[in-house]
């Protein structure tokens, strides 16, 4: 990291913000897509999503998801920001299981502590760099 | 047409993240002003807004929790692309480390 940042502008930080959004996004285009799915009109594009409200919410949190990672890519290279971004792997099925409701099979946890055993060791160097600091 | 879809989405997916990688190294050095960047910009957006969309119309026929996933072999996509394309610097622990995100994630994905 070239220069010091405040928290709130340290690019690893905006990196959770960016990755809390898109949780969130993912879960509610769930919802406003369940909501929607009667309705046949143009089906395979998507757009009869938009008359579901879950659906505008999800769009302010991927636009502000959005704003994040642009904002991180600026610091960040992309081969190191998107695989910790990866991090949604395994938010995603879990916010599903708490608050959707979906059931997660033992072989799937599994994956999810594949994910997470392959983010740490993308993320390892990059906290040693980090505490040089 | 799902298989389709994917693919189409995926590759949106990839594009998208390379141009706007792309032009925001290259915003640092031009300023968002210059119409190379913004042409840039506006290609990676058009992209993910695609591959946006897609993703929706996935989700009207999957669950979230088996169809999100699959979208984790792009995590190898991009690493490799940013490699390649960027110029990037790969490390064997980077390597490593994205193809267990990609397993972790096609396991989640197939169960």
Known sequence: MPRAFRWWANPWFVLILETLFVTASEVLLKVGASETRQVQAWEWTGLMSLTSI???????????????????LRHIPLSIAFPLSNVVHVLVPLSCWLFVGEQLSA????GVAIVVLGLAVVARPVAKIEEKL | MAIFIFMIEIFAAVVGQLFLKHAMEESNRLGFRDRGVLALFLSGVAALTISFFLTIALLQHFDLSFYFPIQGSTVVLIVLTAVLVLREKLTLRLLVGSLLISVGIGIVSVS
């Open chain 1, 54 to 72: 879950w659906i505008w919410v999800a769009i302010v949190l991927v636009i502000l998801s959005f704003l994040c990672w642009i904002y991180v």
């Open chain 1, 107 to 110: 072989r799937r946890w599994c």
